[in-house]
């Protein structure tokens, strides 16, 4: 059971690798195939709920999917990502959502997108036994003030950037994502932190990689520029569903392997 000292000990050390999951089925494979991580991302409103952003996913989609990964994964720290507007709204009712995903559903530990609103929040849930794992550069909660492109592009957006970082591990942040980032910036915010930083589209200087499980394995219609296919899973199962069609239509499924006939039967008719 993987826990977060043990990725504390492993930053710098050994990259810590994690990669999202929405359902037990995915959580059991990349848990097998040795991720550090599974994070139950919001870009599941994305990646497998047909929304254009994350922000319409709710509290209840997260928790459901939370509860799905907790039980597929076996050694994996499972993270819960707090859904836009799940916190930094009411005190007591963001730690009741980010309660819940550890309470209810068997996460280890839940992600907020960071910024000056949840410093606090941060530092409360981190008292509570609730670790935070912080995320900052591109928060796509956040896109309809920065939409999708390349943060911390100009020094005094570095700065805020890094000085978020920076307040987040002082608040008790156990790692800290980071999104998007000039390469040369996050190795510096890597330097320069203690915990362990993961980077998506950051460079290869962090402690830690992350990507959509979809993109990673080939299965996504669309992926970011930074992503990286591992597979052809998309062409796979495409070539699969269309296989069975003609299987059923053209009478070949199912054969007699496939079906039963009950002798006792014979009579009856
Ligand atoms: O929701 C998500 O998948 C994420 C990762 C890309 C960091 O936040
Ligand atoms: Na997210």
Redesign the pocket.
């Known amino acids: 059971m993987t826990t977060v000292r043990d990725l504390q000990e492993m930053a710098g050390e050994t990259p810590i690798t994690?990669l999202?999951a929405y359902d037990a089925l995915t959580a059991t494979i990349v848990d097998e195939a040795g991720v550090d991580v599974v994070?139950?991302?919001?870009?599941?409103?994305n990646?497998i709920l047909g929304y254009d952003d994350?922000l319409p996913v709710t509290v209840d989609e997260v928790a459901s999917r939370t509860g799905a990964v907790a039980r597929g994964a076996e050694d994996a720290l499972v993270v819960a990502?707090m859904p836009f507007l799940s916190f930094g709204t009411d005190r007591a009712e963001s730690v009741e959502n980010a309660g819940r995903m550890l309470k209810e559903e068997g996460a280890n530990a839940v992600?907020i997108?960071s910024g000056p609103h949840t410093v606090e929040l941060t530092e409360h849930l981190s008292n509570l036994g609730i670790p935070v794992m912080a995320?900052v550069g591109l928060?796509?909660q956040s896109v309809n003030q920065t939409g999708y492109t390349r943060q911390g592009t100009d020094e005094e957006q570095a700065k805020d950037i890094f000085d978020t970082a920076v307040a987040h591990e002082e608040a008790g942040a156990f790692a800290c994502?980071l999104?998007h980032i000039p390469a040369n910036l996050a190795s510096h915010i890597t330097e320069s932190l203690t915990i362990p930083t993961?980077g998506?589209g950051a460079g290869p200087d962090c402690d830690g990689q992350?990507?959509?499980v979809n993109d990673a394995v080939g299965l996504s219609d669309w992926s970011p520029p930074f992503a990286e296919a591992f597979g052809n899973v998309r062409e796979e199962f495409e070539s699969a569903a269309s296989d069975y069609v003609e299987a059923v239509q053209d009478g070949e499924f199912p054969a007699e392997e496939h079906s039963h006939v009950a002798e006792e039967l014979d009579e009856f008719y």
Do not use: R
């Open positions: 994690m999202t994070l139950v991302g919001d870009s599941m409103g990646a994350t990502d992600k997108e995320h928060t796509p994502v999104e993961i998506i992350v990507l959509v």
